[in-house]
């Protein structure tokens, strides 16, 4: 189950409307309604506590199920590498990473040109990264070109 399809499951059984709930998150109902269609996820983690504590539910209960979603190849083999590299949390920070950035774009908050600037900027750091660990740990040839 999806985190929009709990949220609408969680306030159906608890007789809430959409106006009644957003209104107890601070939020208006057309977010609760894109939410509930999958279309936004909370920017301020504040919303998802808000709604744990009106539901009696964990924020992980609401949460979890997010990385239930069809993840492509590359998020796949970042998140096996994270957790190969850093253990669970390491993954955990990764899926974390992923959902945020994503939540950022479904949002609409950033102009096109915005876009592009972030991706830019984290194609720079990985590909600095990326350099600087192959000239630290690459082989003696890959260091001296």
């Known amino acids: 189950m999806s985190f929009g399809d709990k949220i609408r499951s969680l306030r159906e059984e608890n007789k809430f409307t959409q106006s009644d709930l957003a209104s107890k998150l601070g939020i208006s109902?057309?977010?609760?309604?894109?939410?509930?269609?999958?279309?936004?996820?909370?920017?301020?983690?504040?919303?998802?506590?808000?709604?744990?504590?009106?539901?009696?539910?964990?924020?992980?209960?609401l949460m979890d199920e997010i990385d239930v979603k069809i993840m492509s190849e590359q998020e796949s083999e970042f998140l096996s590498s994270a957790k190969k590299n850093f253990g669970y949390k390491g993954k955990k920070e990764a899926e974390q990473?992923?959902?945020?950035?994503?939540?950022?774009?479904?949002?609409?908050t950033?102009?096109?040109?915005?876009?592009?600037?972030?991706?830019?900027s984290i194609t720079k750091v990985y590909f600095d990264a990326k350099k600087k660990a192959r000239e630290t740990y690459g082989r003696k040839s890959n260091r001296e070109k």
């Open 29 to 61: 109902t057309r977010t609760l309604y894109n939410y509930e269609k999958g279309k936004l996820f909370p920017k301020d983690i504040k919303v998802v506590k808000g709604l744990a504590e009106i539901f009696n539910v964990s924020t992980d209960y």
């Open 110 to 120: 950033l102009s096109e040109e915005d876009q592009d600037k972030f991706f830019e």
């Open 97 to 108: 990473i992923i959902e945020k950035t994503a939540a950022m774009f479904a949002g609409g």
